[in-house]
């Protein structure tokens, strides 16, 4: 029976020790995680996608079919002098708050070039802004009301267009 007891006894003064060291190990490797993460000048990964208008919601009277308008505007991954330092992709999503028969067309126009971006349901495909360097995307949008789209019931219309900056951070 003593045998029993002192090999029960061994085992829970095992276990306890093992435990103490576990927690002081993670004690000690929690606390100098915390100490770097707090420190006076830390460098975080912040994601930055900064559009040029804040508001990006344009109010445009006195539409008339088949008249074309045109909006420009930026992404650039920099704000207040920092620069993103994590990848991210974006995409834009247009609403308007009118029931004319609006066709939106996006087109990228860095470095002068015009290459359009397909806006399907009123959303284009995902666009990669790298991370590290700083870079501006540049865009036109273009509002094209058909001229065979000119029944009276969009008469006096005012149109409300909304453009919202979508972002995510790519993982891996």
Partial sequence: MAK???????????TFLALVLFLCTFGVTTSR?????????????????????DQMVYTIDKMLPGEEREYEFYVTNKANDKINEVQ??????????????LQFKLYDITDNKEQELVVMD?????????????????????????????????ANQQVSLKIELKGAQVLG
Avoid: C
């Fill in 33 to 53: 995680y915390m100490g770097l993460v707090q420190s006076d000048d830390p460098v975080v990964a912040v994601p930055i996608l900064d559009l040029s208008n």
């Fill in 88 to 101: 991210l992709d974006y995409q834009f999503v247009i609403t308007s708050t009118t029931e004319i028969p």
């Fill in 122 to 154: 009123n959303k284009t495909a995902s666009i990669e802004m790298p991370h590290g360097v700083e870079e501006t995307h540049q865009y036109r949008l273009k509002i094209i009301w058909d001229k065979a789209q000119n029944d009276v019931r969009y």
């Fill in 4 to 14: 029993f007891f002192s090999k029960k006894i061994f085992s829970f003064y095992a």
